[in-house]
């Protein structure tokens, strides 16, 4: 392992054994946002800030982007953390690397707005940029925010509206019962979430059910699914959730392209370029972007 992913790995042990999720919400949100200063905004890529009409957001311009082409991203958090700030650069090395222009937004979140407050938003985004002249449009999250990335997708197919050409999950929440085998299998191995994230789910889905597929994207019908892009840790109490979506997506004809990464934790991507891992996981998701754009 090299020494960029063991600096990070502790750094990720640290919160793992002094956090403690029934802590204030606030508290939560600003040691999430603390994270950013690990990452590195492009260059090559301005950010304007925007409303969407109630919500933030911030246009992430590429120079050299296709103006009908746009990435909207949905930060992680666990639906209750994380933010414009937190996933900026991340956002931004995307765009950098798929050369695409790229919206991210500070949807509504948990306690104070349980589902399916941020489902709206995103689905409110997402027209934003189709009434916007952007005509090719792919959707991304990482974790909790690749979760609402596919029951956006879940929700545009049952509504009949036009689809995303592709849908980027980076170690992707799809089970918000956390019934997946490595909730128990990688539960020593993972250096960063334990079996509590599930209260910041549980803030999520509120009195709802939660394998309701708007909830929990496993439990929906991918018939109508655009292709999905995957990246994911070995080490990860949430892998299964990943290698299961890929099953399910696969055997209803999706196009699922699966990448495990060998001793990478929840969302490495976030910590690119530190991470020699997570920027060639950038770098091979801007190449599909890249491939549909061009």
């Known amino acids: 392992m090299n020494w960029q992913s063991l600096i990070i790995r502790s750094y990720l ?7 403690n999720y029934n802590d204030p919400v606030e508290k939560l949100r600003k040691l999430a946002d603390s994270g950013a200063r690990f990452c590195k905004f492009p260059k090559a890529v301005q950010s304007k800030s925007i409303r969407i009409e109630d919500i933030p ?7 050299r982007a296709d103006a009908r082409s746009a990435l909207l991203y949905l930060h992680g958090g666990g639906y209750a953390l994380g933010s414009i700030k937190s996933h900026r650069a991340t956002a931004g090395q ?6 695409i222009h790229t919206l991210i937004i500070d949807y509504r979140q948990p306690p104070e707005h349980p589902f399916p407050a ?5 689905l409110t985004a997402y027209e934003w940029l189709r009434k916007n002249g952007y005509e090719r449009i792919m959707i991304a ?3 909790a925010g690749a979760g609402l990335a596919l029951s956006t997708v879940v929700s545009l197919c049952d509504n009949h509206i036009p689809l995303p050409l592709l849908v980027i999950c980076l170690s992707p929440v799809t089970d918000l019962e956390c019934t997946g085998d490595s909730m128990i299998t990688n539960a020593k191995l993972d250096p960063w979430l334990t079996a509590d994230t599930k209260i910041l789910f549980n803030y999520y889905v509120g009195g709802d059910n939660v394998r309701n597929p708007l909830i929990s994207p496993l439990y929906a019908d991918f018939a109508k699914f655009p292709p999905i892009v995957i990246h994911v840790g070995t080490d990860e109490i949430l892998l299964s959730d990943s290698t299961r979506l890929a099953d399910k997506a696969r ?5 699922v392209q699966l990448k495990i990464w060998p001793g990478m934790w929840h969302i490495f991507p ?9 920027a060639q996981a950038i770098t091979e998701i801007g190449n599909v ?6």
Not at 13 to 19: Q, W
Not at 118 to 122: H, I, K, S
């Open 13 to 19: 042990n640290y919160i793992k054994f002094t956090g």
């Open 57 to 63: 957001a911030e246009l992430l311009i590429h120079q």
């Open 94 to 99: 995307l765009a950098e690397a798929g050369k």
């Open 118 to 122: 941020a489902l709206q938003d995103a």
């Open 141 to 143: 999250g990482d974790s």
């Open 251 to 255: 055997a209803a004809g999706v196009d």
């Open 270 to 278: 976030f910590f690119a370029p530190f991470v020699p891992e997570a």
């Open 289 to 294: 972007i890249r491939q549909i754009i061009d």
